[in-house]
């Protein structure tokens, strides 16, 4: 297999990605062979377009530090990957570093599956706490001590077709959406678009389907807004907001109502409706941005609308993690530290996928302002609404899915608000009495 190239944000956005599938396909690639290097073990879940730039970061790693040899493995995204990365965490035989969503920290075994960053190593390769997203920094911690080293964050955005809402004149004279503040000029917003396109729905999102999970994030992106919370710090009591939790609730109804939005869409045909121009918004992770540019769409991003309040927006974020070794090489432990700065400090180059650097010297850089739309909504760093720290939250967790199927009626009208929220309950109830799969006694 050939080294990859150079990475350059030009090389990346002039269509670069379709040259490498290795980091998607699953295989190992060797980055500068030889018995004199350390070997540095990296596990992760990321394909497609990420999972090339990745691979990509990963190579120029190399080409800058000839003494580190980084074995890259890609495995399945989801559960198995978190099953696999606690069966190696158990058995002390895991990879030197791996790439994990921040709302799994709780839940996969901190202090048993996984081993505390050290925080003096941290320094010794130049990153600092005041260097990260606040919110973000102190999520890394579990019970106090630091497990995680911060990437990036993937919130809920908002995607609109700049030529459909030029024509129902929602741009301003730069050419950007227009702001809106509250729910009356969001709707008012989306009623514009509609008229444009004949009467269709302007807005999709992951609305319905089999495990969907896009009214649980829409949700938790409006709910948190007026400061409702889901579970008390330690996870030990429902602490849900019942007035503001259906105010969420009754808008997203609303939205279905109204026609504003398809409640029929799945995952993958509200991001085919609004790719064809068939929608003018679209609410999604900011994953979407490679695919939208190789198919020209015209669209452009901005942040999820403050409706309720705050800006917040729901959010996981990817971070580096180190699975539990009952004996660490010293060597290979600088050599990953020594890694993980390097890819961390270079997250400008990961923002081509879309995702927000949690790094924020990162989006001051000029390179980095330049990328558009990914710069576009960059300040949501510090507004992210993240998971609660308990086992069962976090991307692919249940509780997205049970929240995502409550909700999910409530958006057509096959179920009130009142039903959607008091489901919704009784499954967090469920879900806080169930066994944790990963039990202390077992780790």
């Not at 396909?25 to 377009?49: D, E, M, N």
Request: net charge negative.
């Amino acid at each position: 297999m050939q080294d990859p190239p150079a990475i350059t944000r030009r090389h990346l956005l002039g269509g670069s990605l379709a040259l490498l599938g290795a980091a998607a396909s699953g295989c190992a690639i060797p980055v500068g062979l030889g018995s004199s290097q350390t070997r540095v073990k990296y596990w992760h879940f990321l394909g497609a377009s990420d999972g090339i730039i990745m691979n990509q970061m990963v190579g120029a790693f190399a080409r800058d530090n000839p003494g580190v040899f980084v074995e890259e493995n890609v495995l399945a995204w989801g559960e198995p990957y978190y099953t696999k990365i606690a069966m190696a965490g158990a058995g002390g035989r895991s990879p030197d570093v791996a790439t994990f969503h921040l709302a799994r920290l709780a839940g996969i075994g901190a202090g048993e599956l996984l081993d505390p960053i050290n925080v003096d190593l941290l320094a010794e390769v130049g990153l600092r706490a005041a260097d990260f997203s606040p919110p973000i920094w102190e999520r890394a911690h579990y019970q106090g001590t630091l497990y995680a080293v911060p990437f990036d964050a993937h919130p809920m955005v908002q995607y609109y077709n700049t030529d459909l809402c030029g024509r129902a004149g929602l741009l301003g004279a730069d050419g950007k959406l227009q702001p809106t503040t509250g729910a009356d000029q969001l709707l008012e917003q989306l009623r514009k678009a509609k008229e444009v396109l004949g009467g269709k729905p302007p807005l999709v999102f992951d609305a319905l389907g089999l495990g969907t999970v896009g009214p649980w994030r829409v949700w938790y992106s409006l709910y948190p807004q007026s400061g409702g919370t889901l579970l008390s710090e330690d996870g030990g009591q429902v602490t849900i907001d019942d007035q503001k939790a259906l105010e969420a609730l009754r808008f997203m109804r609303r939205l279905g109502e109204e026609g504003l939005c398809d409640p029929t869409t799945d995952y993958g045909a509200s991001v085919a409706k609004f790719t064809n121009s068939e929608a003018a918004f679209l609410w999604n992770g900011d994953w979407e941005v490679t695919g939208l540019k190789e198919r020209k769409t015209p669209f452009s991003m901005t942040r999820f609308p403050s409706v309720f309040g705050s800006g917040a927006a729901q959010a996981d974020c990817h971070v580096f993690v180190l699975p539990h070794q009952r004996d660490r090489d010293p060597e290979v432990e600088r050599a990953t530290y020594q890694f993980i700065a390097y890819l961390v400090k270079n997250s400008a180059d990961w923002a081509v996928a879309g995702h927000v650097p949690s790094y924020l010297p990162a989006l001051q850089e000029p390179d980095y302002l330049a990328l558009q739309p990914q710069s576009e909504y960059r300040s949501v760093i510090t507004d992210v609404a993240l998971d609660p720290q308990v086992w069962y939250t976090g991307s692919a967790s249940r509780l997205w899915i049970e929240f995502g199927g409550a909700f999910s009626p409530v958006i057509s009208g096959e179920r009130t608000p009142e039903e959607g929220l008091a489901n919704a309950k009784a499954a967090l109830s469920r879900l806080m009495s169930a066994p944790n799969p990963f039990p202390a006694e077992e780790r």
